[in-house]
T-cell receptor, first 114, second 114 residues
Framework: GAGVSQSPSNKVTEKGKDVELRCDPI?????LYWYRQSLGQGLEFLIY????????KSGLPSDRFSAERTGGSVSTLTIQRTQQEDSAVYLC????????????FGPGTRLTVL | GNSVTQMEGPVTLSEEAFLTINCTYT??????LFWYVQYPGEGLQLLLK?????DKGSNKGFEATYRKETTSFHLEKGSVQVSDSAVYFC?????????????FGKGITLSVRP
């Protein structure tokens, strides 16, 4: 079946602009995660959605970052007023509910802020 | 908080050499432990996992044993191939709770020469 998909694959934007990144998880996966992969910080957790529960936003680096998940499926990560330090690869993953279940990762969106 | 420490890289080996990549962790309780691999141009994928002490995860000739006494999960392979060239990440997910977010090590780049 189809894996996790993300769009766009690459995004170049100017400092101060807003961007939206999209994630389509594997059908039937109730858990969805966003991570960020950058040279300086490695792989960092950003936010977690599980079913209809309130999301765990503890990894979001600032209030310029937000995410939503509509209908328990597609998720959008929004970065407002982008800064150069936001440049990174943003990864989405999905899994069966919690525990040690394998997280399946998408190919990522490479964001470059000029 | 939880953390994962991997040995510094990069690592360059000749084909058929023995591979060890060290990984140690800090966490309360009994986390689940993972090795993820990122091949050139591809997304992150699970290589192997172990969910309790003394468990051995194995896949594609790679092995890692969950050692509670040394808080380690070292990755080994007896004979590496050129196709094993990739970036390897050690990770953990904390026990209990609803959020199984992954905490990653910095990753290590392995290059295998023919």
């Amino acid at each position: 079946g189809a894996g996790v998909s993300q769009s766009p694959s690459n995004k170049v934007t100017e400092k101060g602009k807003d961007v939206e990144l999209r994630c389509d998880p594997i059908s039937g996966h109730t858990a969805l995660y966003w991570y960020r992969q950058s040279l300086g910080q490695g792989l960092e957790f950003l936010i977690y959605f599980q079913g209809n529960s309130a999301p765990d936003k503890s990894g979001l680096p600032s209030d310029r970052f937000s995410a939503e998940r509509t209908g328990g499926s597609v998720s959008t990560l929004t970065i407002q007023r982008t800064q150069q330090e936001d440049s990174a690869v943003y990864l989405c993953a999905s899994s069966q509910a919690g525990g040690s279940n394998e997280q399946f990762f998408g190919p990522g969106t490479r964001l470059t802020v000029l | 908080g939880n953390s994962v420490t991997q040995m510094e890289g990069p690592v360059t080996l000749s084909e058929e050499a023995f591979l060890t990549i060290n990984c140690t962790y800090t966490a309360t309780g009994y986390p689940s432990l993972f090795w993820y691999v990122q091949y050139p141009g591809e997304g992150l994928q699970l290589l192997l996992k172990a969910t309790k002490a003394d468990d051995k995860g194995s896949n594609k000739g790679f092995e890692a044993t969950y050692r509670k006494e040394t808080t380690s999960f070292h990755l080994e392979k007896g004979s590496v191939q050129v196709s094993d060239s990739a970036v390897y990440f050690c990770a953990l997910s904390a026990p209990g709770g609803a959020n199984s977010k992954l905490t990653f090590g910095k990753g290590i780049t392995l290059s295998v020469r023919p």
